[in-house]
Each structure stands twice: as C-alpha cells, then as structure tokens.
C-alpha cells in the first residue's frame, strides 16, 4: 500500500480464476457512495447464505501506515483490522466467481459445473 502510486489498492486471491469483470467498478462506487475507507466482498447464495470474502477488497492507501502500526503489534486478523475503519460490504451473488481453487480438480469442478 505504501508504494501503490494510486489513492486506492484492489486486493484478491491469486487463486480464484472466476472474479467478476466489474470487482473494481462495483467495490469502487460503493466505496466512494459511503464515504468508506474499505469497500469488501460478501456473497449471497440462492439459499440465502451469506459468506464474508474479506480478501477480497478496495482499500484507501491512506491507511498504510495503519495497517503497519496494527501488523508490528502482533495482529493479523482481517476483519479486525477492517472494523477500525469505515467498511462497506458489497454484495455479489455469485459465490462461484469468488471460489477458492487449490487442487486440479477443484479448478475441473469449476469449469465444469
């Protein structure tokens, strides 16, 4: 984040092959529509579950120095970190786009289904 040379960083997991083409866009005005500093991902499926996807995120930069100060002191939790700050969840419906993929046939499943 220190070194970004944008106002804003996109956070993602290297390992789900499916984001939506409009991750950015959707995270970006949601951030921006509620003055937040964090914009993250939840899905909703057709159950009506909610799953949190916090890696997924739109973070300000200037809150580098922050996230320094809180990972010199020992803490790692995400979502701990993100309550200090003004988070906005964005809700997206599709959980496959955000499934994470560690194996050949995790990736087989998905492209197949």
């Known amino acids: 984040m220190q070194a970004a040379p944008s106002a804003y960083v996109l956070s993602a997991s290297c390992d789900s092959p499916a984001l939506p083409t409009?991750?950015?866009?959707?995270?970006?005005?949601?951030?921006?529509?509620?003055?937040?500093?964090?914009?993250?991902?939840?899905?909703?499926?057709?159950?009506?579950?909610?799953?949190?996807h916090p890696v997924f995120a739109?973070?300000?930069?200037?809150?580098?120095?922050?996230?320094?100060?809180?990972?010199?002191?020992?803490?790692?939790?995400v979502r701990a970190w993100y309550a200090r700050h003004t988070t906005v969840e964005v809700v997206f419906t599709d959980e496959r786009a955000f499934y994470n993929v560690n194996l050949l046939q995790e990736l087989a499943d998905l492209q197949h289904d």
């Open 22 to 52: 409009d991750l950015a866009e959707r995270l970006s005005q949601a951030l921006e529509a509620n003055s937040a500093d964090i914009a993250t991902v939840t899905t909703v499926d057709a159950a009506g579950a909610v799953s949190l």
């Open 58 to 77: 739109l973070l300000r930069t200037s809150l580098a120095d922050d996230l320094s100060a809180w990972l010199h002191a020992g803490e790692r939790k």
